[in-house]
Structure formats: structure tokens, C-alpha cells
């Protein structure tokens, strides 16, 4: 399923990305540092939710207490959990 997360407190403005059960794919950024942000969505094509959150999730950006790439950690668990919800 397609999901879109608007980021806060980042350069990005949304992440675009599917998810296959646990398994993500097809991560895009809208704004931020394109070349970046387009290499975290090569390096976590097919990987889980909790990979990416296991390597992502916490990771800052300068004084900021977020990333592009904690955003993407968090933006993955919450349509997962959304996923799972609407199976019960």
C-alpha cells in the first residue's frame, strides 16, 4: 500500500514510500537534500520496518533531535501500526 508522511522538523517536507506487510519500498522525499535522501531510499529498498528503525531511528541532523532518515524510521512504524490496526 502507498502511504505519504508529512516530516516535521526537517529540510524534507514528505516521504513517499509503499509497504508490503513489513517490507518497504519505493522511498521518496519531497524537498531536502535530493542526492541524500535519494540514496536512503536505495539503501532501504526491501528492508523492514525494524531494520529500517534498528538503523535509522534516532539518528539527528545538526542541533535538530531529528533527520530525513529518523523521520523515515518513524513515518515506516506509524503505517505499519496503521496497517495492522485496520487488519483487526
Known amino acids: 500500500m502507498e502511504y505519504s508522511y508529512k516530516t516535521k522538523g526537517t529540510c524534507s517536507r514528505q516521504i513517499d514510500f509503499e509497504l508490503d506487510g513489513n517490507v518497504v519500498h519505493n522511498v521518496r522525499y519531497t524537498g531536502g537534500c535530493n542526492g541524500n535522501l535519494k540514496a536512503i531510499g536505495i539503501l532501504t529498498e526491501g528492508m523492514t520496518v525494524e531494520e529500517i528503525e534498528a538503523k535509522l ?32
Not at 59 to 88: H, I
Request: aromatic share 4%; proline share 6%; with cysteine.
Open 57 to 88: 531511528l534516532g539518528n539527528t541532523c545538526g542541533p535538530r533531535p531529528t533527520s530525513c532518515a529518523d523521520q523515515l524510521a518513524k513515518a515506516v512504524r506509524a503505517a505499519y501500526e496503521k496497517e495492522r490496526s485496520e487488519a483487526t
